[in-house]
């Protein structure tokens, strides 16, 4: 806060030497930067500090007794070896539920960007509108649909899909599912918005120049929405696998993802020392596999 | 692609486009020679840009055909048609580098090795070098050389070029304008060459077509149309003209007689297109010779007096604007050979022309004399 008032007081005074001026606007970018910044510093880095402290104290320690910084990183081998399945199980999951999301979303977006003419807005609003209401109801109203006695269920086992005793809640699939579901939207509006930016001249030209619609999609339509896809797999990917509501209310412990062991190391078994350490590996797990990502995907020519 | 197919005139029948109720192009029936420089001429909006997209593929049209040699290749989709584009709006494609860029057509052929044709064809639009950088990192004339080296290295059998020099400087026009003319000689393609530049057309294409609100009103040899030309809008739009306003009266052996504004003149025969009712006659400004007197008009001349409005000196020539008895203006070329004084503005003079240089078009009753005002720049054909 003291650095927002320390702008209008620094550039209010009128008559400064021209050398000085010429200091003073070579400065103003990082004034500007200065509310974000300590924004950040206090409700990011302050705080992963701690969490960071957190994850080397003392394990035998707890809430009652207090911590001691013992600097003990075998925490972090400790949870590794003890929660990997939990920690495999989410990428594995929001990778499957990735990969099915761009599958819709990517003709999703395309056909709102370029095709849907004066239904684009409306079709825009349908694609947020399910944001207007809470995350967790949604989820639960998943969770009615594939009940053991709804209609979906009925129907399944009616056609031999699944047997008689078959089930979708408390499943894989359940989860994957609802993670696909619910983070739809994060995918679908950035490509939405490097599609609705391609030229439709552009594959004219390709066209003009022997590209079947095909290859024109593949040579032109695909590379020039990369950006999109980029953002938008980030966007999707990232909370994804760091979700626990959609595993705990669609799926059992069976189905349980690294958010779910860090829930009830912090809120259940009030285990510090090992919350802050499995929040770090799956940090540290995710920052890998972005950069390995963009460094591939930041490439020229993606295919 | 497109090499296997017969070879062949390119021939539109009864092409028509609408948008709607708006009628683009109207019944257009043309035959387009294999192997001929095609200019089309025409005012902006009057569908040159919607015709090339019919013979590309790119717009369907309402009704009509496009044929190459025998075959019907309306139906064909874009990328199945052995035509190539060089678009109005460039249409490169940003994240493709130059290279790549102008690779493209061979690559979706299956060509493998390309450099060595790229690289010739990025030296004859001067652009070697430039093959790494991406379309944005060049400048507009050079985004435009790289549109025309990308649809020329396909050696299509018709290459469809709308406005493809229409960004470069003058030099550098000439220069192209000479690459293209020799690369269409050279390969044989059909050229068909959308411009607005009418020396452009003039000089280059072996056959010029005026376009004038979706419809050809004329189609010919440069020198035809010029000489010669089938209506008032083509007379004004390919170089400049002064119409007079007069009625046909009859005719007088070969000729065929006018009255304009109580005087009588007359046009041979075979250089009338109207020879009854509301008529132009026509004369070029560079056939309008201007003389102190009637005295000194030479036998064999018609003429008409009155005084100079306007005198503007170009350099090659001067172009005087000569004010009528009856208020209109026309206007004739002097070359500045050394003979003769300059007239300055408000000497009395006689215009003076060799009927066989004048022409009669059809004109609709009302329509009162014409002539372009003064240009900055000669028009075409006034130096040549
Ligand atoms: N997709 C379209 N929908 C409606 N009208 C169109 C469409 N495309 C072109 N037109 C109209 O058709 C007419 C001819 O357009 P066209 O692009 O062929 O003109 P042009 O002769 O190429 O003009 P310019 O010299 O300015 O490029 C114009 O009046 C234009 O407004
Ligand atoms: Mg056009």
């Known amino acids: ?303 | 692609m497109g090499h296997e197919t017969p070879a062949g005139d390119l021939r539109l029948a009864n092409l028509t486009k609408r948008f709607g109720v708006f009628t683009a192009v109207d019944d257009l029936s043309l035959t387009i020679p294999q192997g001929s420089f095609f200019a089309l001429l025409g005012a902006s909006g009057c569908g040159k840009t919607t015709t090339l997209r019919m013979i590309a593929g790119l717009e369907e049209p309402t009704s009509g055909q496009v044929l190459l040699g025998d075959r019907d290749i309306a139906g064909l989709r874009p990328y199945k048609r052995p035509v190539n584009t060089v678009f109005q709006s460039y249409a490169l494609f940003p994240h493709l580098d130059i290279h790549e860029n102008v690779a493209f057509g061979l690559r979706r052929r299956g060509i493998r090795k390309v450099t060595d044709q790229v690289e010739r064809m990025l030296s004859l639009v001067q652009l070697e070098g430039y093959g790494r950088r991406k379309p944005a990192q060049l400048s507009g004339g050079q985004q435009q050389r790289v549109a025309l080296a990308r649809a020329l290295i396909n050696h299509p059998q018709v290459l469809l070029l709308d406005e493809p020099l229409g960004a470069l400087d003058l030099k550098l026009r000439r220069q192209m304008q000479i690459e293209l003319k020799r690369i269409q000689t050279e390969v044989g393609i059909t050229f068909v060459h959308v411009t607005h530049d009418q020396e452009e057309a003039m000089t280059m294409a072996d056959t010029v077509a005026v376009m004038n609100a979706g419809r050809i009103e004329q189609l010919g040899a440069p020198a035809d149309l010029y000489e010669y030309p089938a209506t008032a809008f083509v007379a004004n739009f390919l170089g400049q003209s002064n119409l007079l306003a007069g009625e046909a009266a009859g005719h007088s052996g070969d000729d065929v007689l006018v009255t304009a504004h109580g005087a009588r003149f007359s046009v041979p025969a075979g250089r009338a297109r109207a020879d009854h009712g509301s008529v132009f006659l026509g004369v070029r400004p560079e056939k309008l010779h201007l003389v102190a007197g009637p005295d000194q008009v030479p036998a064999g001349h018609q003429h008409l007096g009155g005084v100079v409005s306007d005198a503007s000196y170009v350099g090659v020539s001067t172009q005087y604007l000569v004010r009528t008895p009856w208020g209109s203006e026309l206007s004739a070329f002097a070359a500045n050979s050394g003979v003769g004084g300059r007239l300055p503005v408000g000497t009395p003079v006689t215009a003076h022309w060799d009927p066989r240089h004048a022409f009669l078009l059809p004109r609709a009753a009302g329509e009162d004399d014409q002539t372009s005002p003064l240009l900055d720049e000669p028009p075409v054909g006034a130096l040549s």
Request: a neutral charge.
């Open chain 1, 1 to 303: 806060m003291s650095a927002l008032a320390h702008v209008p007081t620094s550039s209010g005074q009128p008559a400064a030497p021209p050398g000085a001026r010429r200091g003073r606007s070579r400065l103003l970018p990082y004034l500007l930067l200065l509310p974000g910044a300590a924004w950040l510093l206090v409700f990011f880095v302050l705080p992963l500090l701690q969490l960071a402290a957190a994850s080397l104290y003392d394990p035998s320690g707890s809430i009652s007794t207090g911590y001691a910084m013992t600097w003990a990183f075998g925490n972090y081998p400790d949870a590794l070896q003890q929660y990997w399945p939990q920690l495999a199980r989410s990428f594995g999951y929001s990778a499957i539920a990735l990969v099915l999301a761009l599958l819709m979303g990517y003709p999703l977006a395309y056909g709102i960007a370029q095709k849907a003419g004066r239904w684009k807005n409306l079709l825009l609003v349908a694609v947020v509108a399910p944001m207007f209401t809470s995350f967790l109801v949604r989820t639960l109203a998943w969770k009615t649909i594939l009940s053991d006695n709804g209609w979906v269920v009925g129907l399944l086992r009616d056609v031999h899909l699944l047997g008689a005793d078959g089930r979708l809640l408390a499943t894989p699939f359940a989860v994957v599912l609802g993670l696909t579901y619910n983070f739809l939207p994060f995918l679908v509006l950035p490509l939405y918005a490097s599609l609705e930016r391609l030229d439709p001249r552009l594959l004219e030209a390709a066209s003009d120049l022997y590209a079947s619609p095909l290859r024109a999609f593949q040579k032109v339509t695909l590379p020039l929405s990369m950006p999109g896809v980029i953002a938008g797999t980030l966007l999707f990917f990232i909370p994804a696998t760091g979700d626990y509501i959609n595993a705990e209310l669609l799926g059992t412990p069976n189905e349980y993802m690294i958010g779910n062991v860090i829930d009830s190391a912090f809120l259940v078994r009030l285990d510090y020392p090992q919350g802050a350490a499995l929040s770090f590996l799956l940090m540290a797990a995710i920052l890998a596999i972005v950069f390995v990502y963009l460094r591939k995907a930041g490439t020229e020519e993606v295919l």
